[in-house]
């Protein structure tokens, strides 16, 4: 059985940027496509970014394309998510997650069995 542990969320200014972890255990995130999700006060969990279980191909939500970067470390087992040019409405917990996506795509929550406890980002204008 796959365990994910997030890490790297805190409270910063916007404008900034953050990086948070996944730390894979139990099995290597290769054999999954991984996934960032997002979940603020009051709203359903979002898709943030995504990467395949080859690692060819990323994906990413339109509000944060081209601010946030998803990428992966092997030899670390570790998943991370950079986000730059940080803003208020990034405030959320964040989930990292691990599934396959043939079923419903890399964007589809239910792609997705394992789940992190998440980590809180908050972002202060």
């Known amino acids: 059985q796959v365990q994910l542990v997030e890490s790297g969320g805190g409270l910063v200014q916007a404008g900034v940027s953050l990086r948070l972890s996944c730390a894979v255990s139990?099995?290597?995130?290769?054999?999954?496509?991984m996934g960032w999700f997002r979940q603020a006060p009051g709203k359903e969990r979002e898709f943030v970014a995504a990467?395949?279980?080859?690692?060819?191909?990323?994906y990413y939500a339109d509000s944060v394309k081209g601010r946030f970067t998803i990428s992966s470390e092997y030899a670390k087992n570790t998943v991370y998510l950079q986000m730059h040019s940080l803003k208020p409405e990034d405030a959320a917990v964040y989930y990292c997650?691990?599934?396959?996506?043939?079923?419903?795509?890399?964007?589809?929550?239910?792609?997705?069995?394992?789940w992190g406890q998440g980590t809180q980002v908050t972002v202060s204008s």
């Open positions: 997650a691990a599934g396959f996506c043939s079923d419903y795509g890399c964007y589809a929550l239910q792609s997705y069995d394992h």
């Open positions: 139990g099995r290597h995130f290769s054999n999954y496509a």
């Open positions: 990467l395949n279980r080859s690692g060819r191909n990323t």
